[in-house]
């Protein structure tokens, strides 16, 4: 999920493989270990994450993504 903010045009990214988020290619600790999703709001000046404890369980097919079970935080 690659989403870019207005102010400066800042990258806003969650690394799928690491479960990790990224603002302008830097990592950012989130409340939660594993990182989900990120939306940034239609001013741009906010940025909402999904989070999860985990763990991560791998898929049996490779069709189907990662899923990460635990507690949610917003």
């Known amino acids: 999920m690659d989403q870019l903010a207005k102010p400066g045009r800042v990258r806003i990214r969650v690394d799928h493989g690491t479960h ?31 989070s999860a404890t985990g763990p991560i369980i791998t898929p049996l097919t490779l069709l189907n993504g990662d899923r990460v079970l635990g507690r949610r935080y917003p």
């Open 20 to 50: 990790k988020l990224f603002i302008a290619e830097r990592e950012v600790p989130t409340a939660a270990k594993h990182a989900l999703g990120a939306l940034s709001s239609p001013s741009g000046n906010w940025v909402a994450v999904l």
